[in-house]
C-alpha cells in the first residue's frame, strides 16, 4: 500500500511539472490567477538524458509543488520555425504565486534545498530556456487541436517604434481573422536564461491559410522593425 501511494504520489509530480514531451490532450486550457508569476519553460531532451528524469522529478517536484508551483500546460513543438533561428521542441507552461521577487526568492531557495538542479538539468535537456511573466488579470483559455496557435517573442531595436508597431501587430491579427490570446510586454528572466523579450504572445487562427496570409502581408516589415523574433508553432495533438 504504502509503494502504491509513492507511486501515485510520483506520477502527480511527473504531471504538475510537465517537463516532458508527450502532450496527448485534445484541448488544454492556459489557467492563470491574477498576481501569479508565469514560468514559459523551453525545452529539448537528450537522449541520453532520459534515464535521468523519474529521479529528478522525484527530487525536485515535491520541493517545487510545496512552494506553490502549478503545472498549467505544454506544447510539443515539431514544425520549423516560423521565424528566428532557436528550435526547442517543448513549451512548457507553469505558475507560481506571488510577483517577480517573489519568484526568485522561490527560486533561490529551490537551488539552497538542491544545489545540483542545473547540473541534473544539463543533463536531462540541450535546451532548457525561460521567461517569466507577471499576470495582472484571470486567464482561461481553451486550446483546440483543430486551429493554429502561433507563439511568438520580439526583441525591440527602438522602444517608440516598437511601441507603434505592436499596436499594428494587434490591429494586424484581428484584421486577419487571428485572435491574440495572450500578450505581454514586461518579460522577466533569470540570471543565466535567455533574454526576456520585449513582447510576448501566443495568437490564435482558425486555420493555416489565414495565418499563411496575414504573414505574407506583415511579415517582412516585422523582420524589419525588429532586432530578433522568435516565432513557433505550437502543435496540440491526441
Keep these: 500500500m504504502a509503494k502504491l501511494i509513492q507511486q501515485l504520489i510520483l506520477t502527480l509530480t511527473i504531471g504538475?511539472?510537465?517537463i516532458n514531451s508527450s502532450v496527448k490532450a485534445k484541448t488544454s486550457n492556459l489557467t492563470f490567477k491574477k498576481?501569479?508569476?508565469a514560468d514559459f519553460l523551453f525545452l529539448t531532451d537528450r537522449e541520453d538524458g532520459k534515464p535521468l528524469k523519474k529521479q529528478y522529478f522525484a527530487d525536485i517536484g515535491p520541493a517545487a509543488v510545496a512552494m506553490g508551483y502549478q503545472n498549467?500546460?505544454?506544447f510539443r513543438?515539431?514544425?520549423n520555425p516560423v521565424s528566428g533561428q532557436y528550435f526547442p521542441r517543448v513549451l512548457a507552461i507553469a505558475s507560481w504565486p506571488g510577483d517577480w521577487q517573489q519568484r526568485k526568492a522561490f527560486f533561490?531557495?529551490?537551488v539552497e534545498e538542491k544545489p545540483d538542479i542545473a547540473e541534473r538539468r544539463f543533463a536531462i535537456w540541450s535546451t532548457f530556456n525561460m521567461s517569466n511573466y507577471e499576470i495582472t488579470?484571470?486567464?482561461n483559455v481553451a486550446f483546440d487541436a483543430d486551429k493554429v496557435y502561433v507563439f511568438g517573442a520580439y526583441w525591440q531595436t527602438d522602444a517608440s517604434d516598437f511601441s507603434e508597431l505592436s499596436?499594428?501587430?494587434l490591429t494586424g491579427i484581428e484584421q486577419a481573422g487571428g485572435k491574440v490570446i495572450f500578450n505581454y510586454a514586461d518579460a522577466q528572466s533569470l540570471f543565466g536564461y535567455i533574454a526576456a523579450p520585449d513582447l510576448t504572445m501566443i495568437t490564435e487562427w482558425?486555420?493555416?491559410q489565414d495565418f499563411d496570409q496575414y504573414y505574407k502581408n506583415n511579415g517582412t516589415k516585422l523582420a524589419q522593425a525588429m532586432k530578433y523574433s522568435s516565432e513557433l508553432y505550437l502543435d496540440i495533438r491526441e
Design 16 to 18: 504538475l511539472l510537465a
Design 35 to 37: 498576481g501569479q508569476v
Design 72 to 74: 498549467t500546460t505544454a
Design 77 to 79: 513543438i515539431t514544425r
Design 108 to 110: 533561490s531557495q529551490l
Design 137 to 139: 488579470e484571470d486567464m
Design 167 to 169: 499596436e499594428d501587430m
Design 206 to 208: 482558425q486555420s493555416q
